[in-house]
């Protein structure tokens, strides 16, 4: 049973108000299962909202498992921010005449470079680069993508 006061309530409603629907998909997404961390800056402020729930929540519950949970995966998100950039590789695009660079991560994984600049993202750091899918393999690109 959950002894809050009404405003602190509210406080509470308001702050998982303003996460908006993405941060609350999130949540859901979490409580499923496996889940790949894509967005560290919704996955923080799911991260404070769940904090500040367990802390009005006095008995352990879900609540503490999701916010075990959510502090794992963001250990795990910054673990992979940190990773430097190792390689680079040009992989030819199908049906069309050039080729996509791709860099590569400390742990093999592979990006699509923000610019195709040659050795211009070696060594740096992947928070640097801004957000980015990452494969497991660099992937052929096709060009024409809805066929």
Known sequence: MMNITFDEFL????????????????????????YRVQDGVRL???????LDLQYVQNEASEVHEVVNAVANLLAQYQD???ERIVAERWVP???FPGATLWL????????????????ACLGKCVK????????????????????
Do not use: T
């Not at 406080?11 to 496996?34: F, H, T, V, W």
């Not at 923080?44 to 769940?50: D, G, H, P, S, V």
């Open 11 to 34: 406080a509470l409603a308001k702050k998982y108000q303003a996460m908006g629907g993405s941060a609350q998909n999130l949540l859901e997404d979490i409580r499923r299962g496996p």
């Open 44 to 50: 923080r402020q799911l991260y404070e909202f769940l």
């Open 80 to 82: 992979e921010e940190e």
């Open 93 to 95: 695009e199908k049906g």
């Open 104 to 119: 590569q991560r400390e742990d093999a994984k592979w990006a699509i470079a923000p610019s195709p600049k040659e050795g």
């Open 128 to 147: 640097d680069l801004g957000s980015h899918k990452w494969f497991e393999k660099p992937l052929p690109l096709l060009v024409d993508a809805s066929r």
